[in-house]
């Protein structure tokens, strides 16, 4: 399937309201969102006179969201065209799950050795929230992302968890891609892996929590990999 089209209208119009965030940072997160829920697809084209009218805005804090977005690298300018939503290939999948292999285990380790009974408490709620079958993508996605998250705070480390983050926004869009994988993020043996990090850590075990981390994270990228290996994006 290949996702390419301009964007003219891509929805009802988005009241963007005054607060003390500028106008600017409200359509970053706005777009943001769009991307991350796969609204916008990779390969889509988007205008600054078409988001301009659905946002309610000028052109230019429409503008100026873009550039940060690019900055970012969820969007790239095409001169005197318009701007397009990054692609997606199986070697950004990879990266990310590389990256996150890096880091992700040594975070939980040292979380296994600083963590206080609340922080325990708070990963397991996280747990407990992700597999709730009552719940939906967006919230067993969001607990899964809180679980991984909590990690690097509870280790202290506010750098790697900002790392984390950016990592864990395309996994995000990965699961509303791929609708098939929806069951995976919330499915027993997601959930299990996730217990059994919070064990360790509970157990002040950084060795164990480090290496069910990376099993954990090894089970997740095949999972997905071979997933997204079937789909054709534009490149």
Known sequence: MVYRKVVAVVGPEVDVAPSARSLTDQ???HLLELILNAEL???S???EPALASYFGVSKTPVREALRMLTHDGWVVTIPRKGYLIK???LADVS???GLRM???PALFAEAARQASADSIATLRAQ???QGDESGSLSESLQAAREFHLLGAAISRNRRAGEVVSGLLHEIRRLHHLMPEISGHISSAEEVKAH?????????HDPDAAAERMREHLAEVSQVLVAQFAGIKVVG
């Open 195 to 203: 217990a059994e990090i919070l064990a360790a850590v509970e157990r």
């Open 41 to 43: 697809r990779p390969g």
């Open 45 to 47: 084209m988007v205008l």
């Open 87 to 89: 692609p997606l290939q």
């Open 102 to 104: 890096m880091i992700e």
């Open 127 to 129: 747990v407990e929230r």
């Open 95 to 97: 990266e990310v799950f």
């Open 27 to 29: 359509v970053y997160d």
